[in-house]
């Protein structure tokens, strides 16, 4: 069964303190790769895209790693307000159906 | 900003009743999903639709379930008899035709009771 695996935390961290997530994928074919945010009760919302080379988006840094199906994301000086899960979704398309896969999430927790 | 807009906001049913759930995905997109996230666990596929037709379901996604889009703006889910595990939040998505992002509605929370 395709999967996508994530520690379920929490993590739980100072202001300030930087903080990863790592996410693994079972489908090689898999093509493209994103966190989501998603609050309590709440829809998952984009974080950022993950792309082969890296990226960085302010405080976020997301990396890609294909040969070893991981992917991950960096959380530099955390805030009060970053403390929510983090979701790593990855989409496979076969023939005409593009299906996103969730991870169960991450969940961040950031105290004073 | 265009949105994915989802209604209602939350539903409470009777153990058996028919539930409709209703979704208008951001007008040029035109993969549609429905997922579900029963309290505390994770995201699950439950169906996509491209092309007026499903394009693929999950096991979750059995003859109880349908989808249709009638008008060309909405996209409904539709559970024929509802069991008090299909109590969740129902999230609606869509995506364009380029780019690889999906957008999620503010999603439908069911309860059956």
């Known amino acids: 069964r395709k999967e996508v695996e994530q520690d379920p935390g929490p993590f739980n961290v100072p202001e300030g303190a930087t903080v990863a997530f790592n996410c693994t994928y079972s489908?090689?074919?898999?093509?493209?790769f994103f966190w989501y945010r998603q609050d309590c009760r709440k829809e998952p919302k984009l974080l950022m895209s993950?792309?082969?080379s890296g990226n960085e988006d302010g405080r976020f840094t997301a990396q890609l790693n294909r040969a070893s199906q991981y992917i991950s994301l960096l959380i530099r000086d955390s805030k009060l307000s970053d403390s929510a899960t983090y979701l790593c979704?990855?989409?496979?398309?076969?023939?005409?159906?593009?299906?996103?896969?969730f991870g169960r999430g991450t969940s961040l927790i950031v105290h004073p | 900003e265009p949105e994915v807009t989802q209604t209602p906001s939350h539903q409470v049913t009777q153990m058996g009743q028919e539930v409709i759930l209703r979704c208008v995905p951001i007008?040029?997109?035109?993969?549609f999903y429905w997922y579900r996230q029963i309290l505390g666990q994770k995201v699950e596929f439950l169906v996509s639709?491209?092309?007026?037709?499903?394009?693929?379901k999950s096991e979750i996604f059995d003859d109880q379930f349908s989808v249709e889009r009638p008008d060309g703006s909405n996209f409904t889910l539709k559970i024929r008899s509802t069991k008090l595990e299909d109590s969740a939040m129902y999230f609606c998505?869509?995506?364009?035709?380029?780019?690889?992002?999906?957008?999620f509605g503010e999603g439908s929370w069911l309860t059956v009771v």
């Open positions: 979704v990855v989409n496979t398309q076969t023939g005409g159906s593009y299906i996103p896969t």
């Open positions: 489908n090689s074919a898999s093509q493209s």
């Open positions: 639709f491209y092309n007026n037709e499903i394009s693929e």
């Open positions: 007008s040029n997109h035109l993969y």
């Open positions: 998505a869509s995506k364009g035709f380029s780019g690889n992002t999906i957008y």
């Open positions: 993950v792309y082969s």
